[in-house]
C-alpha cells in the first residue's frame, strides 16, 4: 500500500522524522538519562510497553496534577491520555491525596477492614446497583475471579468474547479471530495451550453468531465491554445489548460486563446509564483515583449460587486472592473517589468538553477531506484514521493504522498535547480545562492540514 488512512507513506515518513528530531532538542536531560534506556532495567524499561510510545525514548515525568504533566526538561504537556484511564479523573485528585495523607500513618496492609470499608459496599452498591461486591487490586485479576465464579456455578468451561476485545492479562481472553478463524492471539509469550479450545469468539454486533455460539450451552460466561474501547472504539448498534442480554439468559450464559473503560460514561457506568442488566460486573483502574484498585459485583442470583456452590466444594484454596487486595490505602482511596470525585458535577462538566473535543476534531476531519472519523463514549474520545463507524473488531483492526499514528502522537506531543499510545484514545478529566481542550483541536488541526497538504 502507498498510502494510510488516505496519507501516503512518504508524507508520513516524513512527519515521523521531523518531529522525532523535535522531540529529542526539547529532551537533552531526558535523552542523557534514558536515551539508551534506564539503567538495570531488561530492555531499558520497567515495564515492556514504556518501550511501545512512539516517542524515540520514553518521556520521563517529573510531576503530574490535574490533566496536566510536566516532564524533568520542564516540558509541559496537556494530558488527556491519563494513565490510559487509571488517571482518568485527573492526576492526585485532591480528595484521594488527602485520603492517602490520612491513611499514610496509620498501617497500609492489614489483612483486615477498616472503617473505610463500611462505606464502601453500600456505595458500590448503590451506584452500580448489583448486591454483592469484592475488592481485587487490578481490573485483570478481578474478570479472572468473576470468571472462576461464572464457572463454579454454572459448571460450564467455555466462555465466549469479541473478537478484538481487552480484560487485561486474562490468558482464556487472548483469542482473536484470523480470516474468521478463532487462533491463539498472535504476540503472546510463552502459551503453550491451544485458548481456542474452551474459548469462543465472535464479532461485536453479530447477534446471529452469537446465538449459533451459544446454542450449544456450554458457555459459562459472556465477558465484555459494552463499547469496544480496546479496539480503536466500536459502539454497540440499536439493539445489541438487549440481544446479548436476551440470549445469554436463554442459553444458561452469565453476562460479564467490564467497565473499566466505559465508566467514562457516567458516575455508574455504561451500565446504568443504559440499564444493563449484568450477572458480574467489573470495574478497575481509576475507581481508587489512581491507587491500584479494582471493584467485582455479583448479582442476587449468583451470589446465592456461588454461596450454594462453596458449601458443596471441597474446601482449599479458590484461586482467587493476592495479598495486598482490599487494603485500607485502597479503601480510603476508593470512598474518597467514590463519595467526592466521581461525581454528577464532574461527569457533567467531562461530558459537555468530550462533546466539545468531538466536534473540534470532526470539523478539522471535515476541512482537510480526511478519510477519518470520530467516536466517543462520555468522556473517552478517539479518533480513527479510517472511516466509520466501525462495526466490529474485524473492521478496527484494518482500521488500525500504527505508521500513520505513531507519527501524529509524536507531532502532537511537539505541540504539548499527549494522548493514548497505541491508538488515539483522548480523556477527560474532571480537571481538565476548555483551554487544554481548544489546543488539542488546534494541535489536531495544525497536524492534520500538514498530512492532508
Ligand atoms: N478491562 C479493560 C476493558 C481494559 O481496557 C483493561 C486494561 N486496558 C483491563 C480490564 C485490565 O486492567 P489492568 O491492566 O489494570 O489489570
Known amino acids: 500500500k502507498t498510502s494510510i488512512g488516505g496519507i501516503s507513506r512518504e508524507r508520513i515518513a516524513m512527519l515521523r522524522d521531523t518531529e522525532a528530531e523535535v522531540f529529542r532538542k526539547a529532551r537533552p536531560k531526558s535523552e542523557a538519562k534514558a536515551g539508551n534506556g534506564l539503567p538495570g532495567f531488561f530492555g531499558g524499561v520497567p515495564m515492556h510497553w514504556m518501550n511501545d510510545w512512539p516517542t524515540p525514548f520514553p518521556i520521563l515525568v517529573d510531576s503530574a496534577r490535574g490533566a496536566t504533566i510536566t516532564d524533568i526538561d520542564g516540558n509541559r504537556l496537556d494530558d488527556f491520555c491519563l494513565g490510559d484511564t487509571g488517571s482518568m479523573f485527573g492526576h492526585s485528585p485532591p480528595p484521594v491525596a488527602r485520603a492517602i495523607r490520612r491513611q499514610s500513618g496509620r498501617g497500609l496492609t492489614y489483612m483486615l477492614p477498616s472503617e473505610d470499608a463500611l462505606a464502601i459496599g453500600p456505595l458500590l452498591q448503590q451506584r452500580f446497583g448489583l448486591p454483592f461486591w469484592q475488592i481485587a487490586t487490578t481490573a485483570t485479576d478481578a474478570n479472572r475471579f468473576a470468571l472462576r465464579v461464572a464457572r463454579a456455578v454454572t459448571g460450564r468451561e467455555k466462555i465466549l468474547v469479541f473478537n478484538g476485545c481487552y480484560h487485561g492479562s ?169 463519595e467526592q470525585v466521581m461525581t454528577e458535577a464532574a461527569y457533567a462538566r467531562m461530558d459537555r468538553l468530550a462533546r466539545r473535543l468531538d466536534a473540534g476534531l470532526t470539523a478539522v476531519i471535515d476541512r482537510c477531506r480526511l478519510p477519518w472519523h470520530v467516536a466517543r463514549v462520555g468522556a473517552r474520545v478517539e479518533f480513527i484514521c479510517a472511516p466509520g463507524p466501525l462495526r466490529n473488531g474485524g473492521e478496527a483492526e484494518a482500521a488500525h493504522a500504527p505508521e500513520l499514528e505513531a507519527a501524529i502522537h509524536v507531532a502532537l506531543v511537539n505541540q504539548g498535547v499527549l494522548i493514548a499510545p497505541f491508538h488515539n484514545m483522548m480523556l477527560i478529566s474532571p480537571a481538565t480545562t476548555a483551554a487544554q481542550v481548544n489546543r488539542l483541536i488546534t494541535a489536531f488541526a495544525a497536524v492534520a492540514a500538514r498530512l492532508a497538504a
Not at 482473536?176 to 478463524?181: A, E, I, S
Not at 491463539?184 to 455460539?213: C, H, Q, S, Y
Not at 460486573?281 to 442470583?301: C, H, I, M, R, T
Request: with cysteine; glycine share 10%; proline share 7%.
Open 170 to 338: 486474562v490468558d482464556e481472553t487472548m483469542v482473536r479471530l484470523v480470516d474468521g478463524k478463532p487462533v491463539n492471539r498472535p504476540g503472546l509469550a510463552g502459551e503453550f495451550r491451544d485458548l481456542t479450545r474452551a474459548t469462543k469468539i465472535v464479532e461485536f454486533n453479530d447477534v446471529a453468531a452469537l446465538e449459533a455460539a451459544l446454542a450449544d450451552r456450554d458457555v459459562a460466561c459472556v465477558i465484555t465491554e459494552p463499547v469496544l474501547t480496546n479496539s480503536c472504539m466500536v459502539l454497540p448498534e440499536p439493539g445489541f445489548h438487549d440481544a446479548l442480554r436476551r440470549l445469554t439468559r436463554a442459553a444458561g450464559t452469565l453476562l460479564l460486563i467490564d467497565e473499566t473503560h466505559t465508566i467514562s460514561t457516567g458516575p455508574g457506568g455504561y451500565t446504568k446509564k443504559h440499564g444493563l442488566e449484568p450477572d458480574l460486573f467489573v470495574l478497575g483502574k481509576p475507581v481508587a483515583g489512581g491507587v491500584p484498585a479494582s471493584v467485582w459485583g455479583l448479582s442476587d442470583e449468583i451470589a446465592s449460587r456461588y454461596a450454594a456452590y462453596n458449601r458443596t466444594k471441597e474446601p482449599g484454596y479458590s484461586g482467587m486472592g493476592t495479598t495486598l487486595s482490599a487494603n485500607p490505602l485502597q479503601f480510603a482511596t476508593m470512598r474518597a473517589a467514590l
